[in-house]
């Protein structure tokens, strides 16, 4: 699907510019929003570029910088805290080789940190993409991990 | 005290996904009878109710609605709109709700609407809440070819529709005026307040702005009467109430309970605490909440209650913390939970929730002091909460301040 195709499936309104954000965002194979997407819809909506870009700019969930084709969102919360996140992290980080914020350099994973993604019973807790891990422990992380190396090869 | 489920009566019990389930357990009937009622009438039934805003500043519904019904009469158009921007830490009721009963809480958005003759409105769902969202869709989709959304609903006359607006990870938005912000397409700055939304809301035009657990007791109310629902609770904090109680307990969870339930029957019905472990504190209410020790067990968790002894419901998140925990490091946790929120607007808020981070590091270093810093801190925070426009910027000293009026971690 072009930019344009997914621009245009929104009314251009623009209390519609952050849903179209994460149209394109999610449809874009490296999880982010390229300048070429943002004039577009800044053109569709009739805005100035530097407002969209500041709302883009603006939102944790969005991103200019590519990043991999799996975002790992580790909850940071204090639920998470208090079970354990930091033993999580540090799975995370020696499996991947990589810290919070960046991404590995096979374009797979990005890791970020994320404020209480609301699966506290369960604590702690990450997001893959849309998909939620909760009660983690380290052998857990690791399956999750090869499971998606794994699909990657399909 | 046992859980009392008038909300979540459904969970687990039918299809999320399938209207039909939904219309089997009662679904909709709230909605026809007040279709059925004036506007009026139903305002009037649910401020009877004694309802109360669960999303936690506790405001009557009722009242709510009928300052926004009679706001603004020439203005062309009135909304709703649903906070489903659920992001105070701990919390995680409406995901609960969007996630097994969805028809519930739109079935309350509709009823909300009819009673303010609102025909549009947007549910604003946070971006990480995927599940809640997809629910949702489906949802409306589904009510609309039931007739409940869209034209002339169940041959009433009444048209009123909804659409759903993504956040994208800003916490902020979750305070009303700010979501109103983002749901129009901007960053999620505060607005200058008043007006309330009641009076110029999204658009400019009167809003009404409803939490998915306040919404979701609407069906019910209208449905069983205002005298069934003061049944339930305390006299001034009638209904339920569902609380996520989450950290050092056995079964953390949602338990929906009538309101005035004491913490320790809380924490008994999550299984009592972790491996036996003893209590330590809890933090009620999230980030912008307030820390209790155990003096507080048995104190009826009330809006008005808790506010009396300095502590808050807030949206009814409860963490608990066990002996060998460090409430130190929550309190910090909390803290930079705020420096990484604020949206930078007001000075106070962002140079002072930077600050408020860097101070607390130095508490955990143990460097001498540490009381005197803490009394500091406090005071910061008193300043912050009087100069910030929005909840963000009031809310650091509520931990910070509960901290150090129950807690010598630092002397």
Known sequence: MSIEEIIKQFEPVQHNLLNILHALQDRHPQNCLTEQALDETARYLKLTKSSVYGVAKYYTMFSLEPRGRYIIRLCVSPVCELLKANQIMAVLEKNLGIRAGETTSDGLFTLELSECLGQCQEAPSMMVNNEVYNGLGEEEVQRVLVRMRRRKKK | ?411
């Open chain 2, 1 to 411: 005290m046992g859980e009392k489920r008038i909300l979540l009566k459904n969970v687990g019990v039918i299809d999320p996904g399938c209207i039909d389930d939904a219309i089997r357990a009662g679904g909709y009937e709230g909605l026809k009878k007040a279709l059925k009622m004036e506007p009026a009438m139903v305002i009037g039934e649910l401020t009877e109710a004694g309802l109360r805003g669960r999303g936690g500043a506790g405001f009557s519904t009722g009242m709510k609605q009928k300052f926004t019904s009679e706001s603004c009469l020439k203005c062309p158009q009135r909304y709703v709109v649903v906070n489903a921007d659920e992001g105070e830490p701990g919390t995680f009721k409406d995901r609960v709700i969007m996630e097994q009963d969805p028809h519930l809480y739109l079935e309350g958005t509709i009823i909300a609407a009819y009673a303010i003759q609102a025909t549009k409105g947007f549910i604003y769902i946070r971006g990480e809440y995927h599940e809640s969202i997809r629910k949702t869709e489906k949802a409306i989709k589904d009510a609309r070819k039931k007739g409940f959304l869209g034209k002339n609903i169940m041959g009433s006359g009444f048209d009123f529709d909804v659409g759903i607006k993504l956040g994208a990870g800003s916490y902020l938005c979750g305070e009303e005026l700010t979501m109103l912000e983002s749901l129009e397409g901007k960053r999620g700055h505060p607005r200058i307040k008043p007006p309330f939304p009641a009076e110029k809301g999204v658009f400019g035009m009167p809003t009404l702005v409803n939490n998915v657990e306040t919404l979701a007791n609407l069906p019910r109310i209208i449905a069983h009467g205002k005298d069934w629902y003061r049944k339930l609770g305390t006299e001034r904090s009638p209904g339920t109430k569902i609380f996520t109680i989450s950290g050092q307990v056995a079964k953390p969870g949602y338990y929906e309970l009538p309101m005035g339930v004491t913490l320790q029957e809380l924490i008994d019905l999550a299984g009592g605490m972790r491996d036996g472990k003893a209590f330590k504190a809890a933090l009620l209410g999230g980030a912008a909440g307030t820390f209790v020790d155990a003096t507080m067990l048995s104190e009826r968790m009330t809006y008005d209650n808790l506010r009396e002894k300095g502590a808050t419901l807030g949206s009814g998140a409860v963490i608990v913390m066990a002996e060998g925990d460090a409430v130190l490091d929550i309190l910090h946790n909390c803290l930079r939970f705020f420096k990484h929120e604020s949206c930078g607007k007001c000075v106070p808020c962002r140079v002072g929730t930077t600050q408020l981070v860097k101070k607390a590091d130095q508490l955990r270093n143990g460097q001498p002091g540490k009381a005197a810093l803490l009394k500091q801190m406090v005071r910061e925070a008193e300043i912050m909460a009087s100069t910030s426009l929005c909840p963000l910027g009031q809310s650091p000293v509520l931990p910070l301040e509960s901290f150090a009026r129950y807690f010598k971690e630092v002397k």
